[in-house]
């Protein structure tokens, strides 16, 4: 498939303008079941080993309006630091910007969807619990693609016991308007900046199955290519697979754990570098408290770095009110040997 820049621009200039337009639409006529909004706003104060001290705030808004059956504009608007602090200022680099809008059609066991999209890979990013749980995971999930995709229900079309998702998607790298940010501390990404998946073409893959055995048994297994056009760089692969449990109600115990692996070759579009990642976590539950430890990282070849990165988290935390949680913890960093602290908060109300 190729959609070359200015059809792709039109793409998401036509869905942006639907899903501005729709909600209007909707609440004049009094639908408002076509409307669903969710979101997070959380604000995060970390205190490293050095003294410093960065406070900072993240909103994740998400958006559906329904157009008509099977029909749905989706969209995760998103506020947080966009370029890293470089002191104790409070708030500092935050700025807004558009995850995802895509236009969605779901039939009875499949959906598929086109525009600005997440491709699914790996579940880290989603679901490792704790403050700095996520950082591994995020540091080799898809975000912000530019292309399609479709899920696959098999346990609706092979009659199999659990839930089991077939997804795959074709993208590029967004290189629309949309790949800024709204105070322009992010600038729109161009062809000529070249990297991973910023080819002129929709080029990238990336497959998964993800599920729930009967036993209760959760997994994710996937596979990417992120192309390139850039000379001298090579196409990155990686597979990653996941697992997690979370006990049933019945049995008295509030506990879940969940472990990720992930192997990327080519790293970074460098021939020969390899890095591999872990996540590995667990939540328990006592009552309106829970305590979470994770154990993270990554390893590096000489070719990729040879960095190797090892974090450890112990965090508490306690549901102040519907909706709104407070977890405070700690986490013990080392890079090739040498070690350091971060002490960090977080606030968080969901919304929705």
Same mark, same amino acid.
């Given at each position: ?198 080819? @002129? ?5 990336? !497959? +998964? ?6 036993? /209760? &048994?959760?997994? *994710? #297994? ?13 196409? @990155? ?5 996941? !697992? +997690? ?6 049995? /008295? &115990?509030?506990? *879940? #754990? ?95």
């Amino acid at each position: 498939m190729h959609l070359k820049a200015p059809t792709k621009t039109f793409i998401v200039l036509a869905i942006l303008a639907v899903s501005a337009a729709a909600p209007a639409a909707y609440a004049q006529e009094g639908e408002t079941e076509n409307v669903s909004q969710q979101g997070v706003v959380e604000l995060t104060l970390d205190h490293a080993e050095t003294g410093e001290d960065v406070l900072a705030a993240t909103i994740n808004y998400a958006l559906a309006v329904r157009l008509s059956e099977g029909w749905t504009v989706q969209m995760d608007a998103v506020l947080e630091p966009v370029v890293d602090p470089i002191g104790d200022e409070a708030l500092e680099g935050e700025d807004a910007f558009i995850e995802t809008l895509s236009l969605q059609y779901a039939g009875e066991a499949f959906t598929v969807y086109g525009g600005k999209i997440n491709p699914v890979f790996g579940s880290a990013a989603d679901v490792a619990p704790g403050l700095y749980g996520v950082e591994a995971g995020e540091a080799y999930q898809i975000t912000e693609a530019l292309g399609v995709g479709g899920d696959i229900s098999l346990t609706s079309l092979l009659d199999l016991d659990g839930e089991h998702v077939l997804s795959a998607a074709l993208f590029t790298a967004d290189r629309t308007f949309l790949s800024g940010s709204l105070g322009g501390l992010r600038e729109e990404l161009d062809l000529a900046d070249g990297g991973l998946a910023n080819t @002129e073409e929709l080029k990238s893959i990336a !497959v +998964s199955l993800d599920g729930v055995l009967a036993n /209760g &048994i959760g997994y *994710s #297994l996937g596979h990417r290519q992120l192309a390139t056009d850039t000379p001298g760089e090579a196409d @990155e692969t990686a597979t990653v697979l996941g !697992v +997690s449990y979370v006990w049933p109600e019945d049995s /008295g &115990i509030d506990l *879940s #754990l969940m472990a990720e692996v992930a192997a990327s070759r080519n790293a970074d579009g460098i021939d020969g570098a390899d890095r591999d990642f872990y996540t590995a976590g667990g939540t328990l539950g006592l009552g309106d408290w829970f305590v979470n430890a994770i154990a993270s990282g990554w390893n590096e070849n000489a070719t990729a770095g040879d960095l190797d990165v090892r974090k450890l988290e112990l965090s508490v935390g306690r549901a102040l009110a519907e909706a709104l949680v407070l977890e405070v913890g700690v986490q013990d960093v080392r890079e090739s040997g040498a070690s350091s602290t971060v002490i960090g908060a977080r606030l968080a109300w969901e919304f929705g």
